[in-house]
């Protein structure tokens, strides 16, 4: 089997003439945390979402294990679980009626979708089981969106941007999941604004205005630049692309 899971070739989206993502290369290794870096309207989730087949591509290649996979995006869609923070759940279901959805179009069984259920009861409190997602606090919202994902049991979880509008804490304990999940042996690709998120994933790309402008392991990119901390670097491959 290929080290990479998921290789993408001048990947593009164009809205009339607005480039949204600019004929971009990269892969995805099986079991790494990838990172997907960048400002506002740089691209993550119209990427996200053209390599899960959520949204049709102007031109490039999608390949999974080495397969051509353009045409067929439902072969991705099959292997892959999704979480965005903010479209991921349904805002007026409970999150009970979310896993009973979730799990019943992830076509699980009426006994699974139980033992979903009585799963789901053990990470949420029991007051909030009942009660609309809307209303719920982001890092509740978080965990069941998670949880949802993980129901048809993927390879490969999409996380877009899951930890946008939760506090340092919970962001901590959200990464801490990703961790376990990468030791069950699942590839994680996920997207954020957040520098200090970088440090945790086995690779980074940075996006902006639609193109790879850096990547690379996090450690090895610190070292060449010979400095501590992402955002130096981050301001500098931005600041050099925006003159460009
Ligand atoms: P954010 O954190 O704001 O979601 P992002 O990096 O995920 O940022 P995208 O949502 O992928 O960025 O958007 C990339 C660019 O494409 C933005 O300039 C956005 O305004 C534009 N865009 C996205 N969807 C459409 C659409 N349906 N029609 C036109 N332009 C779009």
Redesign the pocket.
């Known amino acids: 089997m290929s080290e990479n899971i998921i290789e993408v070739k001048g990947l593009t989206?164009k809205?009339?003439d607005?480039t949204?993502?600019n004929s971009i290369n990269f892969n995805i290794k099986r079991g790494e945390i990838l990172t997907l870096l960048?400002?506002?309207?740089?691209?993550?989730?119209?990427?996200i979402?053209m390599i899960t087949g959520l949204l049709k591509i102007s031109s490039g290649k999608i390949f999974l294990n080495g397969k051509d996979t353009t045409d067929t995006p439902d072969e991705i869609k099959k292997i892959s679980g999704y979480m965005s923070q903010k479209f991921s759940l349904y805002p007026l279901l409970t999150p009970l009626e979310n896993v009973e959805f979730f799990a019943g179009i992830s076509g699980l069984k009426s006994k699974e979708i139980k033992e979903k259920k009585s799963e789901l009861k053990k990470i949420v409190p029991e007051n909030l089981l009942k009660i609309k997602v809307e209303s719920l606090p982001p890092g509740v919202k978080q965990k069941i969106a998670l949880f949802s994902a993980l129901l048809s049991k993927p390879d490969i979880l999409f996380l877009?941007?899951p930890t946008?509008g939760v506090d340092p804490e919970v962001r901590r304990d959200f990464w801490f999941e990703i961790y376990e999940l990468k030791a069950t042996g699942k590839t994680i690709l996920v997207?954020t604004?957040n520098l200090d998120e970088v440090e945790f994933s086995d690779r980074v790309i940075i996006?902006h205005r639609?193109e790879i402008i850096l990547s690379g392991e996090p450690e090895k990119l610190l070292k060449e630049y010979n400095t501590n901390s992402f955002e130096g670097i981050f301001k500098e491959v931005i600041a050099e692309n925006e003159k460009a």
Not at 38 to 47: E, Q, R, V, Y
């Open positions: 989206k809205y009339g607005f949204a993502v960048g400002p506002n309207g740089a691209g993550k989730t119209t990427t979402k877009d941007e946008s997207s604004h996006l639609g």
